[in-house]
């Protein structure tokens, strides 16, 4: 009778419970000082800051000096700020200031900000414990995706360096191409002024995200092993004493107090890299840690144990690859 009188939720018509979305990370109350700058939104509840995908805007200006070099004279400034680098870098800007304006135009009237991942599965913090995501700002009158209308208003660049979106691809894209046609913001000569370097800035970044775009293309397999996403500690545990091919970005060198090697960290999880060991001081020597910094790294080898730890001795350059 019981069972009866409970309806369909104990029957076989019984609905199922809602499934969680598998993109949507969470959503956040808003606050009015949610905006960083451009690319960086606190979840000021938590304290917790998110680094917004898709773009990389320019930087506000950090201290009095810059300002007042970028002032007096902005091409001097950019080219002191540049330096000897081969690779172009980042600093305080006008256009990194306008950026996070407009930003903070497009969070007002917020209700809650939503964090989605970029594919289901990927992982949601950075190697800097930092949030990853797409921000939308939740409006009575509809949502705002904050990296597409930055790049469609020419506030920042389709930021690809780290691989190419799975999801907005398409439509970063086209935001792109939109700005740069009418020339708005960053792609113009009129407005605040901002990095003079984003041809080379695109090459890099579409260099790098062609090097992810191969890595993805690959067959899943045991003995590849992407470094910083879900899964891999324990495939680097499963491969010890076998071949591998680790995929993933080059961080440091790390110190040694011996004479005997070098040891050079990957990229991987926050207070835990990868490390490769470097024996043969000419071999060590022979590396170009500018290129390893600005490439994706491709390390092929056996992983062994280090104090229960895995890594890689290299042996040979052609063990390492940027391309």
Aim: glycine share 8%; hydrophobic share 40%.
């Amino acid at each position: 009778l019981l069972l009866l009188l409970a309806g369909p939720a104990w029957g076989e018509d019984a609905p199922a419970p809602p499934k969680a979305d598998p993109l949507l990370i969470g959503r956040y109350p808003a606050s009015p000082d949610c905006v960083v700058d451009a690319d960086t939104v606190r979840l000021v509840e938590s304290k917790t800051s998110v680094r917004v995908l898709g773009v990389d805007a320019e930087e506000v200006f950090r201290k009095k000096e810059d300002r007042e070099a970028a002032t007096k004279d902005f091409d001097a400034y950019a080219k002191a700020k540049r330096g000897e680098s081969r690779y172009p870098v980042k600093y305080g800007t006008p256009a990194g200031e306008a950026a996070r304006d407009f930003a903070r135009k497009l969070a007002e009237g917020a209700t809650a900000i939503r964090l989605e991942r970029d594919a289901a599965g990927q992982r949601a913090k950075g190697t800097y414990g930092r949030l990853l995501g797409h921000v939308f700002f939740e409006k009575p009158d509809g949502d705002v995706h904050l990296a597409l209308e930055l790049i469609r208003s020419g506030h920042s660049p389709y930021f690809n360096k780290y691989g190419r979106s799975r999801r907005f691809d398409a439509a970063f894209r086209k935001a792109q191409d939109e700005a740069r046609k009418a020339k708005r913001g960053i792609w113009g000569t009129e407005g605040p002024r901002h990095y003079p370097d984003y041809a080379e800035r695109l090459a890099w970044w579409n260099g790098r995200a062609d090097q992810v775009a191969r890595w993805r293309a690959l067959p899943d397999r045991p003995d590849h092993v992407t470094l910083g996403t879900p899964g891999a500690n324990d495939k680097l545990a499963a491969l010890a004493g076998k071949e591998a091919v680790i995929f993933g970005t080059f961080e440091r060198e790390l110190p040694v107090k011996s004479d005997d090697r070098r040891v050079f960290l990957m990229s991987h999880e926050r207070g835990r890299g990868f490390p490769f060991v470097i024996f043969d001081p000419k071999l060590a020597a022979a590396l170009d840690l500018e290129t390893l910094g600005a490439r994706y790294v491709t390390l092929r080898g056996k992983v062994t144990l280090y104090k229960g730890r895995p890594q890689m001795v290299v042996e040979s350059l052609t063990q390492i690859s940027t391309k």
